[in-house]
């Protein structure tokens, strides 16, 4: 949404919420004129001060909740409402997931037209210090000690927070210690942020730092490394300049999917998907959903490290993944090697945002196909596929807004049904929708 005109001083208003809006604000109507309400939930009655207003829609602030829904919980994190990094907790965790649930099922209908014919039970898992995968916020202002963690809500600034539920409490635990860390150095103006990643074995930080650092404070970064038992990178340019400072010879980072007996290998500024346990729920379901079977060529697009590409290989069929970034590619061929699923599994580079016919069926024949695209859908790659009918289209999708626009195009131009559909709760506690649904021919 865009920045409105700040009101400042206004008086206290009375409003009914009506609902909750894809960003997690509650939504009330005051003599016509919408009002995203931040901290208030559907069916409540609040008292809210008005802060910002546009020709379309104002925003306001709860001041006292009236009439609570039978939802409301207290948020279990003290920084709640100041840092940006959550904004359900005030939200019972369960209702979370149906709020996100209506929200894909709404989009679909509004902007899709289609509605499935089966709802798919909804994947969640652990609420909390779930998050393996984290972009901490660095600032350190002349005038103070060094500030670590996620940016205040609607705000560029770092929140002063000492810790954070949602993260692995390995990491969580070392905020604080981060803080101090950062403000002994020579320059801590120059690190932006600290990229962290995690597995169960090993908990690794990437310093992005742009200046240069002293031999002192590299010395300070390999104490800090020892001493709390991480790893510790530090990166001054591209993806190429990371280079681990402590331990001299880092265990590789990895990821399991027992139940496929694949083992995936990352660096740590790769992507990954930031909730493991919900992620084993996730391909599961797309192996459910896809059917591999011996004999089948599937086409696993926007595939990463190859998170459903080896799976789908373990289930016995020939599978293409077909990815833009060239690293994940290469770690991908990689893991299919270590996994002794070269024979299945084969990975190509390519834009799938310029795609055309050609390029499809330039990779022969294909029985099924998965798409797991970023945040602007596969709009590109679904007009592509020409004469190509898949008899089965797993789409795994993040945004549901782009995942309804590419579901009309699919049911009412290329003939598709929407068989299933359903939310993954890959980040409690934000109002972030992640979904999969199955379209068969």
Partial sequence: MSKGKAIRNAAPERMEISALDAEGFGVARVEGKVIFVDGALAGERVWARRTESSSRFDRAEVLTVERASAQ???????????CGGCTLQHLEPGAQVAVKQRQLEENLWRIGKVRPERILPPIFGPSLGYRSKARLSVR?????GALVGFRERRSSYVADMGYCLTLDPRVAHLLLPLRALVAKLGEPQGIPQIEVASTPEVVALVFRHLLPLSSQDVALLRDFAQQHGVQLWLQSGGPATIHCVWPPEPPPLRYRLPEFNVSLRFDPLVFTQVNQPVNQILVRRAMALLQPRAGERILDLFCGLGNFTLPIARLGAEVLGVEGDARLVALAGENAQSNGLQALARFAVADLTRIGPEDLSAWGRVDKM??????????????ALGGMRPERIVYVSCNPATLARDAEYLVHERGYRLVAAGVVNMFP??????SIALFQR
């Avoid at 409301?72 to 100041?82: A, D, E, H, K, M």
């Avoid at 998965?370 to 007009?383: K, Q, Y």
């Fill in 72 to 82: 409301r919980v207290t948020p279990p994190c003290p920084y709640f409402g100041l």
């Fill in 140 to 144: 350190a202002p002349k005038s103070r």
């Fill in 370 to 383: 998965l798409i797991d695209p970023p945040r602007s859908g596969a709009m590109e790659v679904l007009r």
């Fill in 429 to 434: 506690h934000t109002a972030h929708v992640e």
